[in-house]
């Protein structure tokens, strides 16, 4: 059996489709993050030295990194298909979408978001004015383009496709999902109808669906 170390509000939700949609056994260990720092609590920080979610416990091992944990998942799974392994042009763009997601696509987002959370936190008032010169400047130099630049690029990817490679999902779609549907959440995605329409899709998947409802009634179960 598969047990995912889950941090609510964090990566870990697209473990939880994988395994969902593989049909493994898995049980998810859900944790709220410390309400002080909105990190990870001292139990979860002790299960691995990076501390940061998601973990999956398996046969002994305790795995890090989503696309790590991704591969290893399909492979105890023998689930070639969703890495395409059989078709050699479709196999490099699933590993393409599944390292972009976290190599180039979620860093720029998350360092946004880390600075507007600063901004909002900055006080009294000559203080916040000071920080929010600065971070304007910093997102406005380098993360706003990096996104936009983003953003543009799988758009365009989109506007063809059904998943992020072929007609079914792949760990591609598994690693891509959680940044999008992110953007989703906030509203980001409004003036883009291809990556609109690709997180509705996904959200329409029954796997995805039973995966989300699992998910949150783990989460549930934190404070009972």
């Not at 509000?9 to 898995?26: K, N």
């Not at 416990?57 to 105890?76: F, K, P, R, T, W």
């Not at 906030?186 to 959200?203: E, G």
Request: aromatic share 10%.
């Amino acid at each position: 059996m598969f047990t995912l170390h889950h941090l609510k509000d964090s990566r870990s939700q697209r473990i939880v489709w994988l395994l969902e949609m593989i049909g493994a056994d898995y049980q998810i260990k859900a944790y709220a993050r410390d309400p002080q720092t909105s990190l990870a609590p001292e139990e979860f920080k002790r299960l691995h030295p990076l501390g940061s979610a998601p973990l999956l416990e398996h046969n002994d091992e305790m795995l890090a990194e989503s696309g790590a944990i991704c591969e290893y998942i399909v492979q105890q799974a023998d689930a070639k298909e969703l890495l395409k392994a059989d078709d050699p042009s479709a196999h490099i763009q699933v590993q393409f979408w599944s390292h972009y997601s976290e190599g180039s696509f979620l860093p720029p987002l998350v360092a946004a978001m880390v600075m507007n959370k600063a901004r909002a936190k900055a006080k009294p008032f000559f203080v916040k004015f000071i920080a929010n010169k600065l971070i304007d400047a910093i997102l406005d130099a380098y993360f706003n383009k990096v996104i936009s630049r983003n953003l543009a690029f799988v758009e365009a990817h989109l506007a063809d496709k059904t998943f992020f490679v072929g007609d079914s999902p792949t760990i591609a779609d598994v690693q891509m999902s959680f940044g999008m549907e992110a953007l989703q959440k906030t509203d980001r995605l409004k003036a883009f109808p291809n990556m609109s329409a690709y997180v509705a899709r996904v959200q329409a998947i029954p796997s995805y669906q039973a995966a989300m409802k699992k998910m949150a009634e783990a989460e549930a179960s934190i404070n009972q």
